[in-house]
């Protein structure tokens, strides 16, 4: 096979130990490091000595993540799916499996992903550690549903949110001792009000000393949970200022809130040209067809599993834009939910949310409304046609005549 790569290295990362193979036209050589930093750094000197250009390492788990930030910068890294380049069966040591990683890097065999600069991925985590936030606070409020229905307490059939502020109002009171359900009751606020009686017999309940410990302590982790979450949304504001001008042009998006702008930028970055097209990013994201073909029939082309943490705010945006009638977004869901499904048609809005961000972030412009009757527009004579047919069908006889 041609050698792409005439000075290149593979490496095995594990938690406590770094195996390196390089591969140049004087040697081949093997060496174990270990994954502290004095023996990272020790690694690259030794990269460097051997004049090493290209370096190609799997994604094991975070413990990629210290080898990549000592050697960035000093030689082309290349990061691969552990999936992608398995070994032969048979041949699984650290030794070999660095062996094999640097062959397939010398012959341009690896495939690397994407990975942005350091300061992009601490972005990355700031939003990723918000959605960890939210989701342990959702679960606590599910814990704490959990203890009052153990209770008789039915608060949750009753308010939408039980750890909203009326429902804090009526679970201090319990905590405080008061048993009395129109006492109870009578703490609802706003249009809870109006529910003031299927509220009383909400609130008789058997709520004892245990209940009263386990709501106390749930209460207070949720208002911890509460305030991590505004300081960590502090902090991201401020981290996203120098792209206030991108998620400007990101929020013109149907569907696409400040919340979903800030995880585009973090997951995606705001330069484009590490995507040649709209449609590599979609496929980056999974959230494109999968490809499966085999004896000339297709098969199941499910999208794969992605970027998560993208896919997840892609799929919210796209139920948002959804319930956004005169939208081109929401068009193509009806468009689709009826005959595909709505999961699928979500996805689709998705992919379109994304095509729709990559366009804006390459070109530096806002988004223009195509509008709610685009597809109709586009097939216009069949579109007639369709409904004239369906109107006939029913027994009636159709005239057409152009407004005025």
């Known amino acids: 096979m041609e050698v792409v790569y005439e000075r290149c290295a593979g490496l095995d990362v594990h938690k406590r130990t770094v195996t390196a193979c390089i591969i140049t036209p004087e040697e081949r050589k093997t060496r174990t490091f270990g994954a502290m930093t004095k023996d990272l750094l020790g690694l690259v000197d030794w990269l460097m000595e051997r004049r090493v250009s290209h370096v190609a390492m799997e994604s094991t788990g975070v413990y990629w993540k210290p080898v990549w930030n000592l050697l960035e910068g000093s030689f082309a890294l290349v990061l691969a799916n552990a999936q992608h380049i398995k070994a032969v069966p048979g041949r699984k040591t650290d030794v070999k499996d660095a ?40 679960a606590e409020v599910n814990r704490l549903q959990k203890v009052l229905e153990g209770a008789n307490v039915k ?10 502020k009326s429902g804090r109002a009526m679970l201090h009171a319990l905590l405080e001792g008061v048993q009395d359900p129109a006492l109870l009751a009578n703490l609802a606020k706003g249009r809870l009000r109006s529910k003031i009686p299927l509220l009383q017999h909400a609130l008789t309940g058997r709520f004892g000393p245990h209940q009263r410990f386990l709501v106390a302590q749930q209460l207070a982790h949720i208002d911890y ?14 981290e996203m200022r120098p792209f206030e001008a991108a ?24 330069d484009m040209s590490q995507f040649p097209t709209a449609a590599h990013a979609a496929s980056w994201a999974k959230l494109s067809p999968g490809n499966r073909e085999s004896a000339g029939k297709r098969l199941s082309s499910w999208t794969g599993k992605g970027n998560r943490w ?21 068009a193509q869901y009806r468009r689709l ?4 499904g709505r999961k699928r048609a979500a996805v689709a809005v998705a ?4 095509t729709i961000a990559y366009h804006l972030l390459e070109r530096q412009c806002t988004y223009e409304e195509l509008g709610a009757n685009y597809f109709d527009e586009r ?16 027994g009636y006889r159709v005239t057409l005549e152009t407004a005025a």
């Open 310 to 330: 993208l896919r997840r705010v892609l799929l919210q945006a796209a139920h948002a834009a959804a319930r956004e009638q005169q939208s081109y977004l929401a």
């Open 225 to 238: 949970l509460d305030e991590a979450i505004a300081e960590v949304e502090t902090h991201i504001e401020e």
């Open 351 to 354: 992919h379109s949310i994304l």
């Open 337 to 340: 939910a009826p005959r595909r």
């Open 379 to 394: 097939q216009r004579e069949a579109t007639i046609r369709r409904a004239v047919h369906r109107i006939e069908r029913l």
């Open 99 to 138: 062996e094999w990683i640097a062959d397939l890097l010398r012959h341009g065999l690896v495939r690397g992903s994407y990975i942005p600069d350091r300061a992009q991925r601490e972005l990355r985590e700031l939003t990723r550690y918000r959605v960890s936030l939210v989701q342990e606070r959702s």
């Open 155 to 164: 608060l949750a059939a009753v308010a939408t949110d039980i750890a909203g």
């Open 247 to 270: 998620i400007e042009q990101l929020v013109s998006i149907p569907g696409v809130k400040r919340t979903v702008a800030q995880v585009l930028v973090a997951e995606l970055g705001t």
